[in-house]
């Protein structure tokens, strides 16, 4: 896989979990707008913009909207997500990612987000952790989101590094399958049947073993 130089980490699901705020984002969003929506259907938004997931909700209730009406809802779901996001702070990093951080800057690998959310530096501001990345990628850096390899793409070249030369860590299908395409080592995180197919798969953060990564 050659020498690996880069780290690229997904935010939501690897470095913090903000999941459960989606959900009740778009819990809100369904309910008032008498939607069908639970948490099981929620699992398809994993790793996939707002505005993919708002399609994905209209199409499973069948409802028909002009463009300005969807714009609006999708707003109104970001609104609910920010107020929640109003609560995290650095209390709520992964168990075993501020290690995992330490460690490779510690060793002189150059480290960066890559996120579909375009809410990821608010995210990163509120953790407290946005010094530790060489740079930072989000929904608002390239047109075409996972599992398009655009957003990897683009943070590889801003970090000035070959694609070859970076490790993916991402906890969604799409997000895996965007690594690979990409031509990046990637790292899964969380059950088989999601991210099966990633180079390594661990079932949580605390379980990753860096050694085991970075010795192929």
């Not at 999941?19 to 938004?45: P, T």
């Not at 991402?170 to 049947?193: H, L, Q, Y």
Request: a negative charge.
């Amino acid at each position: 896989m050659g020498e690996l130089k880069g780290y690229i980490f997904d935010l939501d699901g690897v470095i913090t979990d903000t999941a459960e705020y989606h959900y009740l984002g778009w819990k809100k969003l369904a309910d008032e707008e008498n939607m069908e929506f639970d948490r099981e259907f929620n699992e398809k938004f994993r790793g996939v913009s707002r505005m993919e997931c708002l399609d994905l909700l209209l199409e499973a209730n069948n409802r028909k909207v002009t463009p300005e009406e969807r714009k609006e809802l999708a707003e109104r779901k970001n609104n609910y997500y920010r107020e929640y996001l109003k609560n995290i702070s650095r209390d709520n990093l992964l168990d075993g990612i501020e290690e995992i951080l330490n460690t490779l800057k510690d060793k002189g690998f150059k480290l960066a987000i890559a996120s579909a959310s375009k809410n990821t530096s608010i995210v990163v501001k509120k953790l407290g952790i946005k010094e530790m990345f060489d740079t930072i990628s989000d929904g608002y850096s390239v047109k075409k989101s996972k599992p398009a390899p655009d957003l990897f793409l683009h943070t590889a070249e801003k970090l000035n590094l070959d694609p070859k030369e970076c490790v993916v860590f991402e906890d969604a299908e799409a997000g895996v399958d965007a690594a690979i395409a990409a031509n990046m080592t990637a790292v899964g995180i969380g059950p088989k049947k999601r991210v099966g197919h990633a180079h390594y798969r661990f079932d949580s953060v605390q379980d990753i073993e860096l050694k085991k990564i970075m010795n192929n």
